[in-house]
């Protein structure tokens, strides 16, 4: 697994126009029910590596989506593309990673939502339906990578410029965005597979009551006991607590939790900003009082948090994803 990363130039998106017809399918979304997105992309041609971890004889796990708009079980990971219109559209795109513990994605709540919040804002959003439980690391963090190359790869057609590209995360949704902050796959100009000529660094990253670190005292137990098994190594837990992780190449990155959240600790937060810190990275914190866990946007909010998706509107154009003249 690479850390190194390089941007996209324009002769490496020429290429990906010629060999277009050897992306994955674009299809309008009919899994599990129309959603009012743009495009439904699944991230792999035939069947995504990694395998699950099922007790022997069990079935293999099929895609499940439930009445409540949460994923149950997720077998071919997909994006649902939410494309900007009209005069406030910029060429920016988020690429949304819902939460869940790894046993499930509040797909509806965290995902669509933020996406239809961000589209109506001018910013392109893409809600990525990744495979937890029973993937266990590193497969959700691959589906996270692939999302950023899929994207990449397809920016000359979707006028998305490639260089501003970012990741989004709730809890474990965080999490998983927060490992592909860190780690990170090199665009290989030679490759076979178009999307693997585009590096999945992503440009930027907001990560929302992120789970963090999957050690003692301060870890989520159950995204860890999901996403790692039940007795992992000392050595899984450190490659997988994303910020022991955190290099120079690592993102500038937007951290939002409130202070009173009793499901993920705070700590968790803190771990990764301080990390930013210590490699000079650009950092922000938006810590609230109030708020508990899962506000998502409209939901559990207080007066006080309720203002963090405007907020993260002004980190964006303080860091250049927004630039002046995108977006008033």
Not at 100 to 111: A, D, H, K, P
Not at 145 to 158: D, G, I
């Amino acid at each position: 697994m690479r850390r190194a990363s390089q941007f996209i130039g324009l002769s490496a998106l020429i290429v990906a126009c010629v060999v277009a017809s050897c992306l994955p399918r674009t299809a309008l979304a009919q899994d599990p029910k129309p959603r009012d997105q743009d495009i439904h992309l699944e991230l792999y041609e035939g069947d995504p590596p990694g395998e699950p971890t099922l007790p022997e004889g069990a079935p293999a796990p099929e895609t499940r989506y439930d009445k409540y708009g949460v994923y149950r079980c997720v077998r071919e990971p997909a994006i649902d593309v939410y494309m900007a219109k009209g005069k406030s559209r910029t060429r920016a795109a988020v690429i949304i990673c819902p939460g869940g513990s790894y046993s499930g994605l509040v797909y509806q709540r965290e995902g669509i939502q933020t996406a239809k919040w961000f589209r109506e804002r001018g910013v392109n959003a893409v809600v990525l339906r990744y495979r937890f439980k029973p993937y266990r690391f590193p497969v959700p963090m691959t589906d996270v990578q692939r999302a950023v190359q899929v994207v990449r790869a397809h920016a000359e057609q979707w006028d998305i410029d490639p260089n501003r590209i970012g990741l989004m995360g709730f809890s474990a949704g965080g999490h998983d965005a927060s490992l592909a902050t860190v780690y990170h796959i090199d665009a290989d100009p030679k490759s076979k597979d178009p999307v693997a000529r585009f590096s999945s660094r992503p440009d930027f990253a907001v990560l929302v009551y992120p789970v963090i670190t999957m050690a003692d005292p301060d870890t989520h137990a159950g995204s860890r006991k999901n996403l790692l098994g039940p007795n992992p190594s000392e050595e899984l837990i450190d490659e997988a607590s994303s910020y022991k992780h955190v290099n120079k190449q690592t993102p500038p990155t937007l951290l939002v939790y409130a202070k009173d959240d009793n499901v993920v600790p705070i700590r968790n937060s803190e771990l990764f900003l301080e990390a930013l810190k210590k490699n000079g990275i650009k950092c922000k914190p938006l810590t609230y009082e109030t708020g508990g866990h899962g506000f998502g946007i409209g939901r559990k909010q207080t007066d006080e948090n309720a203002a963090w998706p405007d907020a993260c509107m002004a980190w964006l154009r303080e860091i250049g994803v927004i630039e002046p003249g995108d977006h008033k």
